[in-house]
């Protein structure tokens, strides 16, 4: 079982960055971000699929977040610029894969890190 630790996590002020990373103990097929706020669901963010190299975003995010990754090293990073106070959640990072995959499905995952809190002071 491929094991996900994320890192970077933090408070920050609204209109700030922090870069997330996703360090898999395996090779993954496809890797994804998803973050729940206290009382929400969890909601897709973003993914990257390896096997073509096309980002996937949620439009909350669309033009302030950037995911990339390192293939090589099994790694998958999540830059996120003008944060927002409603972008105060727990982050996780997922790998999965498979004929059915959705990025934007949390179903589609079937490896999930332990998740790194962001804040967003206003």
């Known amino acids: 079982q491929v094991q996900l630790v994320e890192s970077g996590g933090g408070l920050v002020q609204a209109g700030g960055s922090l870069r997330l990373s996703c360090a898999a103990s395996?090779?993954?097929?496809?890797m994804g971000w998803f973050r729940q706020a206290p009382g929400k669901e969890r909601e897709f963010v973003a993914a990257i699929t390896w096997s073509v190299g096309i980002p996937y975003y949620a439009e909350s995010v669309k033009g302030r977040f950037t995911i990339s990754g390192e293939y090589a090293k099994s790694t998958v990073y999540l830059q996120m610029n003008s944060l927002k106070p409603e972008g105060t959640a727990v982050y996780y990072c997922?790998?999965?894969?498979?004929?059915?995959?959705?990025?934007?499905?949390?179903?589609?995952?079937?490896?999930w890190g332990q998740g790194t809190q962001v804040t967003v002071s206003s």
């Open positions: 997922a790998a999965g894969g498979g004929s059915s995959y959705n990025p934007t499905t949390s179903s589609s995952y079937n490896c």
């Open positions: 395996g090779r993954t097929f496809e």
